[in-house]
């Protein structure tokens, strides 16, 4: 027999399994989307982390962890973040354009400085 806590473990459990069926997205991404909207960068960063190192070929925890550095303004790091999506689909064009995006970005902010 269960006892409360498992049997509370187990609705969690299964509940996020639902939530990943209808919305096509885990449950830690949806929560790391929640954080990113409410503007705690650092703890949708830190789940994002969390998801990557549970399922490191989940491209789309890389591409929001890569969108949340580069709304950071930490360009280096969001380059890092697309290069490891790329990496895991080499023929994602929407990851390539965002890291030329980035460069763009850095070489203006060069540009404007001297």
Known sequence: MKSGIENIQTM????AREFEKELGVPLG???NIAYHDLGNFCKAI???RMVIKIKPDYIEAWKAM???YEYLGD??????MYEKAVE???NNAEMC??????YLHTLFGILKRH
Do not use: C, S, Y
């Open 88 to 90: 895991i689909n080499p």
């Open 75 to 80: 360009f280096d790091k969001a380059v890092k």
């Open 97 to 102: 354009l965002e890291i030329g995006d980035m």
């Open 29 to 31: 991404v949806a929560q």
């Open 12 to 15: 969690k459990q299964e509940l």
């Open 46 to 48: 830190e789940t994002f």
């Open 66 to 68: 890569g969108r949340t």
